[in-house]
């Protein structure tokens, strides 16, 4: 299963594009809440979600994602359960992705010590022990995976498609949305 965590505050974008991409590859999507059973974006959409963060098992989990928008990101720093879902999922060898604002919370948990990475530019102060790679959409080193910012959605989300369903996948969602990047 792939969880995307939202917290109010998202950006849309950079979690409803990886998910659609991702269903369409066939992967098992929960758009996650912290609580309740929506989450309202940065701009004043409010997705109903699968389920909230005390349904969800870790050993369920093979890819947890965290959308940026600032106060989506401050949200999900907040909340003790997220660190631990991330935490638990990279132990059973599943993936973390971040994009945006969202990397800063893999640092801030001592997650990108000695891991390229890359965030929304300027924020590259807040990525302790990242090693940033400038102007590239997304980066994968090991099993964590970030994003740029939401201009980089489509790249970002079609490269965890590759990561669970396997290049052919991939490349079948790519053309299916006409995505010519």
């Known amino acids: 299963m792939v969880?995307?965590?939202l917290?109010?505050?998202f950006e849309e974008a950079e979690a409803?594009?990886?998910a659609d991409l991702l269903r369409r590859a066939g992967a098992d999507v929960v758009l996650t809440s912290l609580e309740g059973d929506q989450a309202v974006g940065?701009?004043?959409?409010?997705?109903?979600?699968?389920?909230?963060?005390?349904?969800?098992?870790?050993?369920?989990v093979e890819l947890v994602m965290l959308p940026g928008g600032l106060g989506g990101v401050k949200a999900l720093g907040e909340e003790p359960g997220?660190?631990?879902?991330v935490r638990a999922v990279l132990d059973q060898g599943g993936y973390a992705a971040a994009i945006c604002a969202a990397p800063t919370l893999l640092?801030?948990?001592?997650?990108?010590?000695?891991?390229?990475?890359?965030?929304?530019?300027?924020?590259?102060?807040?990525?302790?022990?990242a090693i940033i790679q400038p102007s590239v959409p997304f980066t994968v080193d090991g099993h964590i995976i970030t994003g740029e910012?939401?201009?980089?959605?489509?790249?970002?989300?079609?490269?965890l498609v590759e990561l669970l369903q396997g290049a052919e996948a991939a490349q079948r969602v790519k053309d299916a949305v006409h995505y010519h990047g």
Do not use: Q, R
């Open 3 to 5: 969880c995307i965590l």
């Open 7 to 9: 917290g109010n505050g």
């Open 16 to 18: 409803l594009v990886p």
């Open 42 to 60: 940065s701009h004043h959409i409010t997705v109903k979600t699968d389920k909230n963060l005390s349904e969800i098992d870790p050993k369920s």
């Open 82 to 85: 997220v660190a631990a879902l």
């Open 107 to 129: 640092a801030s948990l001592g997650l990108l010590d000695g891991t390229k990475a890359v965030c929304y530019p300027g924020m590259e102060n807040e990525m302790a022990g």
């Open 149 to 159: 910012a939401a201009g980089a959605v489509f790249p970002f989300g079609l490269k």
